[in-house]
């Protein structure tokens, strides 16, 4: 089963840009979709972005379109989000996940896999 460790929240303001990662181990990266989520505080966990495992496809949520870019590096075994103009609402705990043979659901039932979580802050 594969192993995920995101990196690269931190605090901003309002219109920057930050890089999250989020790197695989363990496993077969290939197999798996990823897909990235946020958690607000005192909110439910909120999908943001999906791509399929070869890369070609992604889905994202509303808010997030033409702000956020979900990529992946197959061969680094890693999965990027690409957060430009940020807005204090996107301030939240990041996950990434993991759903080996999946296509990049929007829910995240099918993932089998989460990281640890990294916080993003945009101070206004």
């Known amino acids: 089963q594969v192993q995920l460790v995101e990196s690269g929240g931190g605090l901003v303001q309002a219109g920057e840009s930050l890089r999250l990662s989020c790197a695989a181990s363990?496993?077969?990266?290939?197999?798996?979709?990823m897909a990235w989520f946020r958690q607000a505080p005192g909110k439910g966990r909120e999908f943001v972005a999906a791509v399929s495992r070869s890369g070609e496809y992604t889905t994202y949520e509303y808010s997030v379109q033409g702000r956020f870019f979900i990529y992946r590096d197959n061969d680094k075994n890693t999965v990027y989000l690409q957060m430009n103009n940020l807005k204090p609402e996107d301030t939240a705990v990041y996950y990434c996940?993991?759903?080996?043979w999946g296509y990049g659901s929007t829910s995240g039932e099918p993932y089998e896999r989460w990281g640890q979580g990294t916080q993003v802050t945009v101070s206004s």
């Open positions: 363990g496993g077969f990266f290939s197999d798996y979709a």
């Open positions: 996940a993991a759903d080996q």
